[in-house]
């Protein structure tokens, strides 16, 4: 007789799920929205700022700075630009990249796995395909 | 077992109380008027979600950021430090052209009178916060060629995309830095640009690993912007 999922689980497994539960958040919520609440969280602190409410490039700071931010809604712009490209500038800065210094290294403050989730937002949020 | 554990999760933010001197007016000002929007005690949940939650910046360090003439003056008077509020995203919106600051979601800080702000004043300065919060001594003093800041603030490194060196010039998401000078303590500036995210966990602004003349450089423009721009 096949016992059900709960009953084979270890009351200690039952308690770290319960605990991951917490972390839900950091899943994909659905086919439609194919990036995790947490990249959406970090862009809404991180990224607005320059990037814009609306995602043009058109943030709050944007209006003095020499170099615009880039227009992530911008399909053309962003799909010229793999993956790994933009997991280096979000880690690295735009120097790193031989672009503005005005986009800074992020890596001190969002992990190599948050950059990869935003990574997968900026492709949700330009419509632009996978980057591969 | 799982409501133990539930509890766990669910005890966010419990705080202890800071060492408050009871025999001070400004205790009672501080708890009554300030701590609705700002944290005297260091927050054990110290999350990205809390940042979002809190309406204004931590005071538990505040004996080790500010310098108390200023704090007596501005709690008289408060004016405005970051243009977009706390946190800016809540407070911005779209526009025509770039993001403008959505005023009307901004509230006016609380006013006191100058006996009640030099009372807050005393309360504030004796929270230190954690010992190794600020490196003390970190900035050497050194003068600062003024176009040379410049140069490093506005070109180089890129500070005057979030930060106003001059009023209404630069970016809008961190605290304008023309009163700076006035307001914070020197190693607090070098400590806070060295490492934004060890005072301030989570904190909007990048941590931009930089080395050490850029750190004293950057440290005395900003405490000589304080000089020409803010007075």
Redesign the interface.
Known sequence: MKMNFRQRMP?LL??GL??AS?FLFSMPASADEPYTQNAL??Y???C???H???R?G?????????VQPRDHSDAKGMGDIPNEEIFHVIKD?GLAVNK???M???G??MNDDEIKELVAYLRFVCKCGSGQ | MKLSILAILLGTAFVSSPALAADNPGTGILKAQCISCHAIAKPENASLDRLWERKGPDLYYAGSKFNKPWLVKWLQEPARIRPAGELYTRHVKGSDKEDVVDESTLTAHVKLSKADAEAVADVLMALSGPADLVSKGAFKGDKVSMSMGAMFFNKLRGCAACHQAKPGTGGSSGPELYTAGERLQADYIYSYIKNPQAIDPHIWMPTLNLAEPDLQRLTGYILQLSASEGK
């Open positions: 009351a039952q308690a319960l605990v917490g969280r970090n809404n602190t991180y607005v700022q320059c814009g409410i609306n043009n058109k943030g709050i700071n944007s209006r003095d700075m020499s800065g503005s210094v005005l800074p290294a992020w001190n403050v």
